[in-house]
């Protein structure tokens, strides 16, 4: 059955159609800033935007800009410790090239000079000239990391004290509030909140204790593992647009209990490439058409096979409660005067999910732990799979970190829904056309999901 065939088209025909056009079309431009003068590049060629929601907890940017050699190695070069680059949001519309001046964009930047060569004290170079002749000579693509500004104050932040009777969820939102609050930033560049996914460990903890010199993007980590947990499918704390994200990783069934939620169409590869209206809004979900190729890796079976379904520990509060541990005698001499623990009574036994033929449990590596969210946590991971998609034409702004999604596709003339959560993104923004002179960019963009297992039935 053909995709036109199907209710998908009925969406397909809303976004292409009845939507009308997107506000992605954009003039991109930058400037860069010393402590002496503001440059302007002959061209912007990219921003790249690496958001690895599982792995980091701030974005990866990479400017590359055209710049006269001279200018470069001359004025920017030796005030590479105090740059600064303002880059520019123009919107434009879809059929014409005169920027709109209604909502224009304007950020700032801390840079720092990616893969630095100084070319200064090579003799031959075309940068041992004078700065007029080495313009004259040569034109380069430079590289510039870029740091929000409230990234780079707050990544030097520390930490730390004790949390009594608090619960695990709470001290995390009161923490990354006070720290954010001691960042001394303009309103426009400060961090403005936190937006944390209701957790599953609604119980006071006695004592949180966090060592002084605790970095502020470990704090999330370091209660979820150490001190009672939050959520039972891992956490993640991520800093996008100036607010801090915290969620469960690996929950794949939030979708249909949120608001703001993604709903992928997955479309051949080559139905309709590069279309421009690929995405609308729908109150607070995201609908977005996925033109480009797919890539999919399916590890779970592997994993649960390796490292387990499921896991046993011994549960520290059991010990201690439990009066078969020491008989009825404690705190006398007993019959030989040993230690016993019974295993049906103090050990733990979690299965994440079931295998066909039998489970595999091994020995959690805590051994003896108090934290069943912090275990159920680790099989999560092992219980879904990963799937890259490519959206054209894309607003990177309107994704989240641990958004939840619904994936939409054809299979064997069926149309199929499976739901999962973003785990990465990565936003390319360039301009297509050649020449030194910018123009009109346009971002792609590959989204990353986490998948809930899908058990395959035996038509295949």
């Not at 360039?430 to 039935?457: D, K, M, W």
Request: charged share 25%; aromatic share 8%.
């Amino acid at each position: 059955m053909a995709i036109e065939d199907t209710p998908l088209q009925i969406e397909i025909q809303n976004i292409l159609i009845e939507e009308g056009a997107n506000p992605v079309h954009a003039k991109w431009s930058c400037l860069i800033m010393t402590p002496e003068e503001t440059f302007q590049p002959l061209r912007m060629l990219s921003l790249d935007i690496e958001r690895d929601y599982l792995n980091k907890y701030s974005d990866y940017m990479v400017l590359e800009v055209l710049l006269p050699a001279g200018a470069f190695s001359h004025d920017i070069l030796p005030y590479k410790q105090e740059l600064l680059v303002e880059i520019t949001r123009e919107p434009m519309g879809e059929s014409h090239e005169e920027p709109d001046d209604s909502d224009v964009v304007v950020k700032q930047y801390r840079a720092v000079i990616h893969e630095e060569k100084d070319d200064i004290i090579g003799a031959s170079s075309p940068q041992a000239q004078t700065r007029g002749a080495a313009n004259l000579s040569e034109l380069k693509q430079v590289k510039f990391q870029l740091f929000p500004l409230a990234l780079e104050r707050i990544r030097l932040h520390e930490v730390g004290g004790i949390y009594r009777k608090v619960i695990p969820g709470d001290a995390i939102r009161y923490i990354l509030t006070y720290a954010s609050n001691q960042l001394d930033l303009p309103d426009d560049d400060a961090i403005v909140g936190v937006d944390i996914v209701d957790w599953d460990n609604k119980n006071p903890h006695p004592h949180i204790v966090l060592p002084q010199g605790t970095k502020v993007q470990d704090v999330a980590a370091i209660i979820q593992d150490d001190w009672g947990g939050v959520y039972n499918t891992g956490i993640g704390c991520y800093l996008q647009d100036n607010l801090w994200y915290v969620w469960p990783e690996f929950n794949t069934k939030r979708f249909d209990e949120e608001e703001r939620v993604l709903r992928l169409i997955n479309l051949p590869p080559k139905r309709y490439p590069g279309i421009e209206r690929t995405w609308r809004m729908d109150e607070y979900q995201l609908v977005v058409l996925s033109t480009g190729e797919v890539s999919h890796k399916d590890l779970s079976h592997h994993n649960r096979l390796n490292h387990g379904n499921a896991s046993r520990y011994t549960h520290g509060d059991q010990i201690w409660a439990n009066p078969n541990a020491f008989g009825k005698n404690f705190g006398e001499a007993g019959k030989d005067n040993k230690f016993r623990i019974k295993r049906n009574d103090n050990n733990s036994e979690y299965v994440g999910s079931q295998r066909p033929n039998y489970d595999v449990a091994p020995v959690s590596p805590s051994r003896i732990t108090n934290n069943s969210f912090s275990e159920a946590s680790r099989l999560a991971k092992r219980n879904g799979a990963f799937v890259t998609l490519t959206w054209e034409h894309s607003k990177p702004e309107l994704i989240f970190p641990g958004m939840p999604a619904r994936l939409m596709y054809l299979r064997q003339d069926e149309i199929e829904e499976v739901d999962g959560v973003v785990v990465k993104t990565h936003h390319y923004v360039h301009n297509p056309t050649q020449g030194p002179t910018g123009g009109r960019h346009i971002c792609n963009t590959a989204i990353t999901l986490f998948l809930e297992y899908v058990e395959e039935s035996d038509d295949g």
